[in-house]
């Protein structure tokens, strides 16, 4: 059973070792002066921004990789949620501003 591996810089990397994605990021991230986030965060919140930005449910949970949409689904509820909320006012609003039409009796 093998221990470790080494990329091509010579490092070893234990099996249970974070990947260099890790470290590249948290260094950017620290270069940059900006709050760390892990790789998993990193994820959720492209995925909801990807949602807050009226991308389809479908692209998003193919673009994760989730075998089923319901994952998706379930996952972002919280996002769907608000959508959903947004939704109903946006709706509310465009009959509101509907002109109305005088009926002659």
Excluded: C
């Excluded at 990947?19 to 790789?39: A, G, N, Q, V, W």
């Excluded at 689904?73 to 939704?87: A, F, M």
Aim: aromatic share 10%; glycine share 4%.
């Amino acid at each position: 059973m093998q221990k470790a591996v080494t990329d091509q810089q010579g490092t070893q990397w234990g099996l249970w070792s974070k990947p260099k994605s890790f470290y590249l990021l948290k260094k950017t991230l620290t270069d940059l002066k900006i709050e760390s986030i892990s790789i998993h965060g990193l994820r959720h919140t492209h995925a909801s921004v990807l949602l807050y930005k009226k991308i389809s449910i479908y692209y998003v949970s193919e673009r994760l990789g989730h075998a089923k949409i319901d994952t998706t689904l379930n996952y972002y509820s919280h996002v769907i949620k608000e959508l959903r909320e947004e939704d109903t006012r946006n709706t509310l609003d465009l009959f509101e501003k509907m002109p109305t039409v005088k009926t002659f009796v």
